[in-house]
């Protein structure tokens, strides 16, 4: 549908306005008399100077720095005509007809007719020859205010001189010319203008909802002109866009909150000032901080570390950071917007764990070569000895051997204990899970170390309350499991003692636990009796053969179990070691 040309109805309206105005006024125009001319120039006036006067004290409480000089030529290109504003002291800040240095050479205009009587009667006009412009003209003035308080005035002057001539015509050209001028500008605007006034008013209400959020709002595109519908067509192509790219936008922020909360690296975000603008949940968790509180906050303010500071400052691409007896790597990155510096980004890994596993791998390869190293350096020792001499001492000979021996079984016995343990941590280790009775496996237990139970004279009870309920487990594991504790036991409880081998269920959990009544463990020892190569006594242990892996061995066992393993001891009064197993 083409819609008809709104500059041609503009024209169209215009036109016919003029012709008609015109011809009034030129059927009318001697008619006129100077007083009516006079009070229909001072409406006139008074009309924009109110409406001058208002824009001015709008403005004023805009912006109090207002450049009034500049407001004052403005207003006089739009009416063409002179424009004065002046204090409330008689200061001119403003003249259309002025520049700065003319402005600064007025006079005080107080004294001014129209000024006095706008002061005292709230409007004021005046017909005077003026000095400044040389010629005859009508002033009125109207006061300014801010708020409640006078601020100046504001004075409108139209040259007289043109009006004089007309003067004669001006009565009747203006009565009839304004009745017609009124009775065809409200035909026109009924006919012509609804539909545009209307539009334009659907395009303001689309538009205010469109400011407010409501971004489904659309302008409708059946009224108007050409023009209008063209506008009415823009704004909605342009809601249509910030929809999708509001829409784009909020998806990417709640794809960018997820992966940022998902994260096991924290991120803290900081503008130039170093201010905390965003924490996700790693990196709260991490430093201990509250998201919310966090925010607006200087970083060394919510961390207070020198090293983060640090970082930033010396701009580093990253730090390590102990934390709460954690490390952290801390790494930054700028940000960066057209080459202008807006702030930072700092993410955070734990590497505690890499830590504590660079620890244990130390640790465990310090504790292999230093237990390899004292039979190894046995054997080397009988083994020179033999050399040198002694193979020919048949005596001699079979002790270096025994000696021998029993190092390389010590040695034996630690490869395969690192074997198995090996094989348990990588995954490798596989149960053989059946019903089994608890009764065999004490027995088994006790059987397989009757000999070394011999040779101290230990007296050895087994106490099997757990009856003929099966339990599920690997036999072979749990058999393992069971004899290095009662090992344990017998390596350390005094000669003559009694070591107690048990078994019950309880709280759905099966319980082996082997009780001695030797030295005892101290507390502080207990939290690490589990670890690989920890010892209490390391020079007895090596003495009575212990590898250091035993108990590692058990707790790996239990846990393959579903499990677990504990020891409770007092000292001097003997020790309690135990292995749990649920039943299901």
Known sequence: MTHPSLKIKLASAGLVSVLVVLSGFSLYLYFSTRQHLLSLALDGLQGQALLISSEISQKLAEDPGLNIDSLAQV???????????????????????????????????????????????????????????????????????????????????????????????????????????????????????????????????????????????????????????????????????????????????????????????????????????????AAAEMFGLDPGQARGRLLLEAIRSPIMEQLVKEQREWIELEWEKKFYIVRIAAIVDQESLRGWVLVSSDITRLKMLERIRKDFVANVSHELKTPLSAINGFSEALLDGAIDNRPQLEDFLGRIHAQSLRMSKLVNDLLELSAIESGNYTLNKVPSAVGPLLERTVDNLKTRIAEKNHQVQTNDKAGQQPVQMDIDKMASALGNLLDNAVKYAPRNSWIDLAAEIRENALILSVSDNGPGISRENLPRLFERFYRVDRARSREMGGTGLGLAIVKHIAELHGGSAGAESVLGKGSRFWIKIPLA
């Open 75 to 281: 207003q006089s290109a739009a009416l063409a005509k002179r424009v004065t504003i002046i204090d409330s002291l008689g200061r001119v800040l403003g003249d259309s007809e002025e520049d700065a240095a003319g402005l600064k050479a007025m006079d005080n205009h107080l004294g001014r007719p129209e000024i006095t009587m706008a002061r005292q009667k709230g409007l004021g006009h005046a017909l005077r020859y003026s000095q400044t412009l040389k010629m005859e003209m009508l002033y009125f003035a109207v006061p300014v205010r801010s708020g409640k308080n006078l601020w100046g005035y504001c004075r409108i002057a139209w040259p007289w001189a043109g009006l004089k001539s007309y003067q004669k015509q001006l009565l009747a050209g203006v009565i009839i010319g304004l009745i017609l001028s009124a009775a065809l500008l409200w035909l026109l605007v009924s006919l012509a203008w609804r539909p545009e006034i209307e539009a334009i008013r659907d395009i303001e209400q689309t538009a205010r909802r469109l400011s407010s959020g409501d971004l489904k709002a659309r302008a409708p595109l059946t009224k108007s002109s050409r023009e209008t519908a063209l506008v009415a067509r823009t704004l909605n192509h342009l809601a249509q866009s910030w929809e999708g790219t509001v829409s784009d936008l909020s998806e990417q922020r709640s794809n960018l909150a997820a992966v940022l909360e998902g994260m096991s690296e924290g991120v803290i975000t900081l503008d130039q000032r170093q201010v905390i603008r965003m924490v996700n949940h």
